[in-house]
């Protein structure tokens, strides 16, 4: 329960630009994906190495990057460009904020996170993205069968995300499962080696889940009682 001691007080300027964000970028999603359809969201694209040429492979597939970072978003797209490519766009988003402006019936048939920021640290773990709520609410828009590629150099995010699957009902990994493009990035370049898993979404139903970023509010500000 919401109670002032456990409640994070955000200032009201910052609740506006969020929210101003927010709706920003819900315009720009619903432009880009106005009809249902699933989509090939690649989390973390950076300078889009893997994306472009994954979409550049696979035509029929339908390929969204998102990043923090305007300057490699910018790269990416001046390669797509080069490539003449118009199924493959590149977003300028937090994860969790891209995934709560799809409208329904946007679904995801693969998602790719290659070389996710690891936060070594144990202080700032909190800040990882592939937590269990992560996969569960990435479940609820991805149908059976769909696909989940994680590559990481660092060997304790790796396990930790194997530890989180182990648990998971929507997610099983698939040791058998291919992995669809080895297109070198900019991280992966960097590794000296690399851990890399698939999963496959299961039948079972995802969980509803409330998704906050660390340091946002949540989607909608609740208001303390009185
Ligand atoms: C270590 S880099 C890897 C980039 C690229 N995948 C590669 O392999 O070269 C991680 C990327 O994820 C982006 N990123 C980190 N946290 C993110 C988040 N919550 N939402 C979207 N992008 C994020 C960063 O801006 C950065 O470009």
Redesign the pocket.
């Known amino acids: 329960m919401l109670t002032p001691e456990n409640c994070v007080v955000y200032q009201p300027e910052f609740l506006a630009t969020i929210a101003q964000r927010r709706a920003h970028l819900r315009v720009e999603v619903s432009a880009l994906l106005p009809s249902p359809q699933p989509i090939v969201w690649?989390?973390?694209?950076?300078?889009g190495?893997?994306l472009v040429r994954y979409a550049e492979l696979f035509p029929a597939k339908f390929c969204v990057g998102?990043?923090?970072?305007l300057d490699?978003l910018e790269r990416s797209d001046r390669k797509r460009d080069r490539a003449q490519l118009d199924n493959c766009h590149f977003i300028r988003?937090?994860?969790?904020?891209?995934l709560l402006s799809l409208s329904a019936g946007i679904t995801f048939e693969e998602i790719w996170?290659?070389?996710?920021?690891?936060w070594p640290k144990a202080r700032h773990n909190k800040n990882r993205?592939l937590k269990t709520e992560f996969f569960e609410a990435i479940a609820g828009r991805a149908g059976e069968g769909a696909r989940f590629y994680f590559?990481t150099d660092h060997l304790e995010y790796f396990a930790e995300v194997e530890s989180i699957v182990a648990n998971l009902k929507t997610w099983r990994r698939d040791p058998a499962a291919p992995w669809l493009l080895e297109q070198e990035?900019?991280?992966?370049?960097r590794a000296p080696e690399y851990y890399s898993l698939v999963l496959v979404r299961t039948s079972d139903p995802a969980r509803k889940v409330e998704l906050v970023?660390p340091g946002l509010p949540p989607p909608t500000t609740p208001t303390l009682p009185a």
């Open positions: 690649e989390i973390g694209c950076g300078h190495h893997f998102v990043d923090l970072i490699r988003a937090e994860a969790r904020e891209f996170v290659l070389f996710p920021d690891p993205l590559r990035t900019v991280f992966q370049a970023a």
